[in-house]
């Protein structure tokens, strides 16, 4: 299986600063045949399912606000939230579906300085 | 707007079947495209990638749960079920239902339910 490994475990962060997750995949999840990477990151808040932020590494999901980026290749991923909101507080998951089984990592919380 | 509904038992007794359902309304589960997939998270940990069943009917599953895990359609309810055999303390958690793109990424999820394991 591959493995998904985020940084920090949790992160406090000031509000309108900025916040940075890292994820790492224990392969490369960068497939050849359509040149895209097969990683994905999601917001989960307490007491709700997650929530789709970013696709292919670096597409925005429609209505997920700017605010929100992704970016890596290959093994090392990066999701940024530019300035920090009081609703962004949550934690945060990458997930590869590169190959099956399709894992995730486990998980950034976010928290407010 | 698509939703997902998950129902069933909110206890099980050890040694078991864990059965649950996944209720699709405002599209079809047998809509080109999509991977009806069920994700279960433990208490307080990550989330963990159970299986699917395809718009076509073909069917996966986590190779970490064995031979215990049956994935199943019925398009005449457009519902989807899992059920979990031989079940332990340590298959309690919140099981997710979601609509799986045919990328791998999941855009759409259930709300969860909690299933506990215990006598």
Known sequence: ??????????????LGERA????KSSQSVLYSSNNKNHL??????????????IYWASTR???????????GSGTDFTLTIS???????AVYYCQQYYTTPYT???GTKLEIK | QVQLQESGPGLVKPSQTLSLTCTVSGGSI?????????????PGKGLEWIGYISYSGNTYHNPSLQSRVTISGDTSKNQFSL?????????????????????GFGDVWGQGTTVTVSS
């Open chain 1, 1 to 14: 299986d591959i493995v998904m490994t985020q940084s920090p475990d949790s992160l406090a962060v000031s």
């Open chain 1, 83 to 89: 300035s920090l909101q009081a609703e962004d507080v």
């Open chain 1, 104 to 106: 995730f990592g486990q």
């Open chain 2, 30 to 42: 047998s809509s080109g495209g999509y991977y009806w997939t069920w994700i279960r998270q433990h």
């Open chain 1, 40 to 53: 994905a990151w999601y917001q989960q808040k307490p007491g709700q399912p997650p929530k789709l932020l």
């Open chain 1, 20 to 23: 940075t997750i890292n994820c």
């Open chain 1, 61 to 71: 999901e429609s209505g997920v606000p700017d605010r929100f980026s992704g970016s």
């Open chain 2, 83 to 103: 059920k979990l055999s031989s079940v332990t303390a340590a298959d309690t958690a919140v099981y997710y239902c979601a609509r799986v793109q045919s990328g």
